[in-house]
């Protein structure tokens, strides 16, 4: 069964910074598709970051601020975010594809607070 389980999450201030965690069970991260989206409330759930075979894709709002990276002996993916920013503010999924960046495992999403 797999099981993705995102940790991290938490309230910061604009300008702090944040690392989200996501660890596999029953799936082995290396050579897939693994990204972060975000939703917030009354928004549609958007990609943030997305790493495959070591090529990294940024959202533009987030380019430059936040950074995916693979951790494979751990089977982990982090999302390190920096400069963090109120419109940051949302709940956090990590997600994995078998099959090129076609997500279809989900974790169960951390929450991200950030205030003014």
């Known amino acids: 069964q797999v099981q993705l389980v995102e940790s991290g999450g938490g309230s910061e201030q604009a300008g702090g910074t944040l690392r989200l965690s996501c660890a596999a069970s029953g799936y082995d991260f290396s050579r897939k598709c693994v990204g972060w989206f975000r939703q917030a409330p009354g928004k549609d759930r958007e990609l943030v970051a997305r790493?495959?075979?070591?090529?990294?894709y940024y959202a533009w709002s987030v380019k430059g601020r936040f950074t995916i990276s693979q951790d494979d002996p751990k089977n982990t993916v982090y999302l390190q975010m920096n400069s963090l920013q109120p419109e940051d503010t949302a709940t956090y999924y990590c997600a994995a594809a078998d099959v090129l960046c076609s997500f279809q495992y989900w974790g169960q999403g951390t929450q991200v607070t950030v205030s003014s």
């Open positions: 790493i495959h075979t070591g090529i990294t």
